[in-house]
């Protein structure tokens, strides 16, 4: 196909209208996304183009086919060739390629499953705990063979059936993610060998880049003795992508085909070959003679998304004449909207509240001059408070700030009549000392039978809760010892009734904000549960000074109302509360990579959305961009910037010129502190080599930088402080843009597609008047054009070295500080004495050897190593070797038990 190939088409009433043909490619298509001038964060992707016609484009023109279709921000789609052929499955999407039951697909012994696909996410979060490969796996009428999926940490997942029941149903997961970034190509593999000639069965995992392999071990075989197993032949038909019977997550995927085997390394019985096909097929045969079909939304395509934007105005320009109507149009992503007139969000309680449908509800977050305490409940008129310093404690980090109880303060509000199964009262409180004698805390009335009544008292270190009939009768329902439940900042009690025969079962609770807590559980006898009908507290004069808020109202015995909110989320992290946060405000959120290995959050606090999504995104320092195939964002947490694959390599030769370097001052920052916000800080500083605080010429002198953010704890500080330092003293030039021909280099569309915000480009065969080696490059953001004949991308970047981090994994090794030669050496020379004047000690263990090291330029093999003093040791080594002197540095180079390389210094 002629490049370039690219399409528009605008979501007009749910149906994509194409108007490539109104869009006048001759003035010049324009697409921005991601990060620009090397910024900090993500800006708003933009599309610039001109549509023909304007009176079609005129949104309030009743001539117009589109008349009452055009509104603020009307979903426009761009879609350009993509290089190649898939099974394309988007996000939402339970798509598949099927092909029905044969007798070659039913499989009872070995079995051997390969897949080779493109995934938006291999790890992190979605709709379910994972995402379907492929399968034969019916669950009507116990059809269940065999199934493979990746789970929400990117380890792969294999279940089976020996009898197609899910009683008997054997699953197993790796312990290991698959190597593959977000939106990388990678292929996965599992072998199942039912009788592994020890009286069990062996399952393994393998990872490689394409189904020609090389395969390697993603981890040792899970073994199991329990005895030799079996899969079930079934009569479900063999998918590829997602099952007809199952709901797990639906991450886009684009698979590029697969292979079936019966027999470890045996007999292809089913072997899909997505980038063979044309693309709009519907069906076709593979070379094993399987008949696929594809169905449920997925589709055999030769076009990718490069982003889905809103048109947020329609302006038809015309010239004088009234002639030459045209439409400027200039669509943005989800971020400019999400940015346009926002406003704070409410505190993490009130937020949260409303979601578990309360029947009455006061945040008691009312200003100053507040006489009242508004309820967001539909139906709850607002509760009458008296004596109450509103809006004076602003100590509670999930709330804005709360009031105080003075003296003679009271508390009265109706709950509107409600149906219950039970009742559940809870509220936030502060208490930050024992009054002495009880004190009425709270008050509240029931319908209950014959206990209508019912105040929760506190003081001399006893919880209390007596209930009365509303004729003078009481009874003591709960007395508890309450050490510990004052001077200890924020905690909430909560008080659940649940009917029980007869009787009402009642759970008692306070809990104390980040330390645990307490309860006490009784029984009334003969007691109906009704419902509550009324806040009516009068606070005892010891309780001045406490604070008091959020007080809700359930018609059944909910249990998890305040969890975590309480906190302000405290401790979440980081992409688990942009995920959280996006689901609470309706905007499509994937999260990519491991959550384990992100940045715990402090508490959410009021402000807008976006403001949010930045903390957590600066506190992680990974990348919030939008979604190229919808109108939505994607989290890339930090994890899945290190260590990466190149996305793209291309020689020098075919970059438009110029790629220039930059070796500037503008990105140094030697000295970092780091500031939790309200809490802590610490302070790391670069105090060696060129990039230091030293004055020159020993460093470059001081450049500094004081960041404060959103962290659960102080120890963050240090690590975080480390981090932006290395970051801003990485001694590299800077590349900030390098330009690609597509129109001129149609061969590099494929790859050049999949390349995104936070993707490593990596440019080979470089000219001799730049440093040697190859050049990674970090994708901060990219724009492209087209033209009539031209497709033209600039991408924005920053060095990729930044990002390669050592890994430790079990039996890797790191080398010392600072080794050098303690006695000169020559060429015959095979033992040398070497002196560790930094860091930890060589390891002695024989089974560390052999290794490599490299001394004076050349690799040698380290057989043992032998030493009887603290910083002297002998080595043996066996390579050929030139003449190096004392003091000559050693550098790791890696070894056959190494799993990365690291430089001494």
Known sequence: ?????????????????????????????????????????????????????????????????????????????????????????????????????????????DI?????????????????????????????????SWQMLIGNSGAPHFRWSPDGTVANLISRDAETAVPFGPGAVGAVRATLDVNNGSGGWTLAFYVAPSLAGPWVLLEDPIVTTAGTTSIFASTAPLDIGDNADLGFGTVGRRFRAAEIRSGIDGTVVASPTFTAQASGAGSFADSAGRTWTVANGASITDRRSRAVLGVPEWSPRWRPSGHHVR?????SGILRRLGQGAKSLDSALR???????????????DGREAVQAYSPTAGVAPMRVTGLEMAADDSLPSSLPLPV????????????????????????????????????????????????????????????????????????????????????????????ATPN?????????????????FQSNGTLATTSAGRITGINTRFGAGLDGAAIGHLVVFGNDDTETFSSADSGFTGERAGLRIERLGGEESIPVLMAGSTAAQEQMGPQLPTTILDLFGECEATDGGILLEDRDRAGLVYRGRSTLYNQTPRLTLPYSKLAPPMEPVDDDRLLRNQTTVRRDGGSWATEARTDGPLSIADPPDGAGLYDQDVTLSLADDDQCQRIAGWLTHKGTWDESRYPSITLRLHSHPELVADACRVDVGDVIRVTDLPSWLPPGDLDLLVEGYEETWGPFSWEITFSCSPAGIWNVSTAAPGSRTDTAGTELGVAVDADDTT?????????????????????????????????????IEDQYTRTVTSGWGTASSGQAWTLTGGSNSEYSVQGV
């Open 112 to 144: 051997d499953v390969r897949v080779e696909l493109e995934a938006a996410a291999w790890a992190g979060r979605y709709t379910a705990n994972g995402w379907e490969v492929a399968g034969k796996y019916g669950t009507t009428g116990n059809q269940r």
């Open 501 to 517: 025969g007869s009787n009402l079962d009642l759970h008692s609770a306070w809990i104390t904000l980040g330390a645990g807590g």
């Open 327 to 331: 439409t400027p149009i200039q669509a």
């Open 405 to 496: 109880i003075g003296t003679a303060s009271s508390l009265k509000a109706t709950v509107p009549s409600h149906s219950a199964s039970g009742w559940h009262l809870e509220f936030a409180y502060r208490l930050d000392d024992d009054p002495g004698s009880l004190q009425t805390l709270m008050e509240w009335t029931t319908t209950s039978s014959p206990w209508k009544i019912w105040r929760l008292r506190v003081g001399n270190n006893l919880m209390n809760l007596i209930v009365e009939d509303g004729e003078g009768a009481t009874t003591l329902v709960l007395n508890s010892g309450a050490t510990g439940w004052f001077g200890t900042g924020w905690g909430r009690y909560l008080i659940q």
């Open 1 to 109: 196909m002629a490049v370039p190939d690219v399409r528009f088409a605008l979501d007009l009433g749910g149906a994509l209208t194409d108007i490539t043909d109104d869009v006048l490619v001759e003035d010049t298509v324009r697409h921005a996304r991601g990060r620009r001038a090397e910024g900090s964060t993500v800006d708003a992707s933009t599309a610039d183009l001109t549509l023909k016609n304007g009176s079609k484009y005129n949104r309030r023109n009743p001539s117009s086919p589109y008349f009452g279709l055009l509104g603020p921000n009307t979903p426009l789609h761009i879609t350009t060739y993509a290089g190649e052929t898939v099974l394309d499955v988007p996000y939402g999407v339970a798509g598949r390629a099927s092909t029905p039951d044969h007798a070659s697909l039913d499989i009872t012994g």
């Open 351 to 365: 937020r949260r509240m409303p979601s578990f449908n309360p029947v009455a509800y006061w945040p008691m977050e």
């Open 832 to 868: 040398l004495v070497v002196d560790v004047y930094q860091g930890r000690l060589w390891t002695t263990d024989p089974a560390d050897c052999p290794l490599t090291v490299t001394v004076g330029g050349e690799d040698m093999t380290v057989t043992a190593i032998t030493g009887d």
